[in-house]
DNA sequence: TTAATGACAATCG
DNA sequence: CCGATTGCCATTA
């Protein structure tokens, strides 16, 4: 049968869900596209991204409510610029209302019918 | 094919 | 609260 493998173009819809304003989480993204425990294997995604920058991935964070990673160390500076630009404030390294900034309600469903480039 | 790596996460001390 | 450890998954060499 077919591999049980995390779908790449199927993290990218998601995460392409994800309105601005608002942040989810790696762990988030593995678990709408079902593999809940391949949250590692999505920041790998991120890190080679090649839809950027149409996919925010500057949107996904650590489920801690951290950056996380950017690209380098210098990237997470990067980073949290391009939240606080779009109104979420980041504090030392660090997001100040992740709780309320979450985002977690993905449509799968939807994001099947279409397919990347 | 096996070993090593990394933009994670949960647990332990 | 913070640092260290272990587990997980997919990619890369």
Same mark, same amino acid.
């Given at each position: ?17 994800? %309105? ?15 593999? %809940? ?12 991204? %090649? ?65 990347? %480039?």
């Amino acid at each position: 049968m077919g591999k049980d493998k995390i779908r790449i173009d199927l993290v990218y819809k998601l995460l392409k869900q994800v %309105p601005k304003g608002r942040v989810t989480t790696y762990k988030a993204l593995a678990r709408a596209a079902g593999h %809940p425990a391949a949250a590692r294997a999505v920041g790998g995604i991120m890190r080679r991204n %090649p839809y950027a920058p149409a996919v925010p991935c500057h949107r996904v964070v650590y489920s801690d409510g951290r950056l996380g990673g950017f690209g380098g160390s210098r990237g997470v500076e990067a980073k949290a610029e391009l939240l606080e630009k779009e109104g979420v404030k980041v504090k030392d390294g660090r997001l100040v209302d992740f709780a309320n900034r979450y985002f977690d309600a993905f449509s799968v469903h939807i994001a099947e019918k279409s397919r990347l %480039p």
